[in-house]
């Protein structure tokens, strides 16, 4: 049943979609469908913080696009659009800029971890630091507090812009005694759907450790052979718990499946090659038909064009309500 309420989420096109994004953004996201009146978006203009090659700009674009489709969005259910096609948006982000602390701004983690590394390494603290990184958190406000949402499906990382919206929301309704925007809340992912990448680590483009979603078998067969283990020999008993691969299985398993493999960890005769063959497998089936899917829609972008362009009309009528009753708040128009 619809509860009638906004679930709203992005994702910055600035990378190969992995399956770190899959389990962090894109199925949880997919999950509240049925629930929520959702609205997915492409972040693009928060990718060109980064992205400020025209060529990789279109194709992520196109990539995570389809990955979205791919991964089960239905157009006819979820209001899916770009950011960039809904102009409403920076609009709203000039209005928010004027009741944003720049204090406030100076606190963004991203922004901070930036300043603090180019002071570690004794460079200007203000070296690569755009305006762009530095209103990020103003930009997601907008896109936020655009269409009233009250729940955003995203992991831990970003909770803080969301408070960062809310804190600004707050200060405009204040400022003119009115419920002009709604409050967000964050929905975060639980800990048992962290990713850990091939080394271990959290799941990160940055740290060069992805799993991307819709690489061909051959390619994902090697990279599964590349996940970090320990040196144990095969006779060994081993640890399910301190490991790379039992880790990703348990994301693609059933609870019968997870026993098993934890019962082959823990009484030994099993190697490492065996339990990544046995991942390999999982994964490979699981994406396949997603695969498939993803490979076809990216050969018709005239359809991904399609969809986006009707996802946007539709997110652009909503937004070009919202901004004409917040253009009278200010007293701005009549
Ligand atoms: N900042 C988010 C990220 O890096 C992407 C994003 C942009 C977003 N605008 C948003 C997420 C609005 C949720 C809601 O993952």
């Not at 609870?255 to 090659?273: F, V």
Request: glycine letters at 6%; a positive charge.
């Amino acid at each position: 049943m619809n509860n009638n309420k906004i679930s709203l989420t992005g994702i910055k096109p600035t990378g190969i979609p992995h399956i770190g994004n899959y389990f962090g953004a894109i199925k949880p996201a997919l999950e509240l469908v049925n629930d929520y009146n959702p609205f997915y978006f492409i972040a693009d203009y928060h990718a060109l913080n980064i992205i400020k090659n025209k060529q990789d700009m279109k194709k992520l674009c196109y990539n995570l696009a389809a990955t979205w489709l791919a991964c089960g969005l239905d157009p006819e259910k979820v209001v899916f659009y770009k950011q960039s096609m809904v102009p409403e948006t920076f609009e709203l982000e000039v209005i928010l800029s004027a009741f944003t602390p720049k204090g406030l701004m100076n606190r963004a983690h991203a922004y901070k971890a930036k300043v603090d590394s180019n002071k570690n390494s004794g460079k200007d603290p203000d070296d690569g630091v755009n305006i762009g990184l530095f209103t990020y958190p103003v930009l997601m406000a907008a896109d936020i507090l655009l269409f009233d949402t009250d729940l955003v499906p995203v992991g831990k990382d970003q909770v803080q812009h969301i408070e960062m919206a809310t804190d600004i929301a707050q200060s405009i309704n204040y400022n003119y005694q009115k419920d002009l925007f709604k409050i967000p809340k964050p929905l975060i992912q639980k800990e048992t759907q962290l990713v850990i990448g091939l080394d271990g680590r959290k799941m990160s483009k940055s740290y060069n450790n992805v799993i991307p979603l819709f690489l061909p078998e051959n390619q994902l067969r090697k990279l599964i052979m590349r996940i970090v283990t320990n040196s144990q020999t095969v006779e060994e008993p081993k640890n399910p718990d301190e490991s790379n691969i039992f880790s990703l299985y348990k994301l693609f398993a059933t609870p019968e499946e997870i026993e098993d493999l934890k019962n082959q960890y823990l009484k030994g005769g099993m190697g490492w090659g065996y339990a990544k063959n046995i991942l390999f497998e999982k994964i490979n089936s699981h994406f396949k038909p997603m695969r498939e899917k993803y490979n076809e829609l990216i050969s018709d972008k005239k359809y991904i064009d399609k969809i986006l362009l009707e996802g946007s009309e539709k997110a652009r009528y909503i937004a070009s309500k919202k901004m004409r009753k917040l253009r009278r708040a200010l007293g701005v128009t009549n």
